[in-house]
């Protein structure tokens, strides 16, 4: 079946500017996650959503950043005012239950914006 | 904070030799641990997933240990081969958050 998909796959963008980055889940999957992977480290958590509740956000790294999953299934980061410490791949996962601690999670392919 | 660290950070071995690849974490409590591959331009696919309670697992030629008191994993792969040539990474669950370590780069040379 389809897995989880990120659009735009590339992203540049002029520092000040706003963008918004789209994660479609597995269909019928509960958690979602976002990370952020800088050039040559492992990702680091953002944030999670539980169906359309955002249950945890303490890893985004600024008010500049805001998630979002209105209905419970798409979600979209929106990072406004870009600078260049946001240059980064912005990946996506999802687990098709509320998390318990034992389900693997299933990432897309992930994003690459690059802040100019 | 969880800290989770891999040795080595880069690894080049001919086709056929055994890969030893490292993990290290720091705080001991945790739900489970996880083994990714990462292919340039591409998602996370999970390898193995190793509950807290289990001191291995096996899938194919990966076979994954962990020890979890004295934090520390290890992931071989056995027989390799060129198209096993990726990132491996290795994340560590607090609840729901994925601690990840930095990662090590495997070339198998053909």
């Known amino acids: 079946g389809a897995g989880v998909s990120q659009s735009p796959r590339y992203k540049v963008a002029k520092r000040g500017q706003d963008v918004a980055l789209r994660c479609d889940p597995i269909?019928?999957?509960?958690?979602l996650f976002w990370y952020q992977q800088a050039l040559g480290q492992g990702p680091e958590f953002l944030t999670y959503?539980?169906?359309?509740?955002?249950?945890?956000k303490s890893g985004l790294p600024s008010d500049r950043f805001f998630a979002e999953r209105p209905e419970g299934s798409v979600s979209t980061l929106k990072i406004q005012r870009t600078q260049q410490e946001d240059s980064a791949v912005y990946l996506c996962?999802?687990?098709?239950?509320?998390?318990?601690?034992?389900?693997?999670?299933?990432f897309g392919p992930g994003t690459r914006l690059t802040v100019l | 904070k969880q800290e989770v660290t891999q040795i080595p950070a880069a690894l080049s071995v001919p086709e056929g030799e055994n890969l030893v690849l490292n993990c290290s974490f720091t705080?001991?409590?945790?739900?489970?641990l996880q083994w990714f591959r990462q292919d340039p331009g591409k998602g996370l696919t999970s390898l193995l997933l190793?509950?807290?309670?289990?001191r291995e697992q096996t899938s194919g030629r990966l076979n994954a240990s962990l020890d979890k008191s004295s934090g520390r994993s290890t992931l071989y792969i056995a027989a390799s081969q060129p198209g096993d040539s990726a990132t491996y990474l290795c994340?560590?669950?607090?609840?729901?958050?994925?601690?990840f370590g930095a990662g090590t780069t495997v070339t198998v040379r053909a």
């Open positions: 959503f539980q169906n359309e509740a955002q249950l945890d």
């Open positions: 994340a560590v669950t607090n609840l729901y958050k994925l601690s």
């Open positions: 269909s019928g999957h509960v958690s």
């Open positions: 705080d001991s409590a945790i739900y489970n």
């Open positions: 996962a999802s687990s098709p239950q509320p998390i318990q601690g034992a389900d693997t999670q299933y």
């Open positions: 190793i509950q807290s309670s289990q």
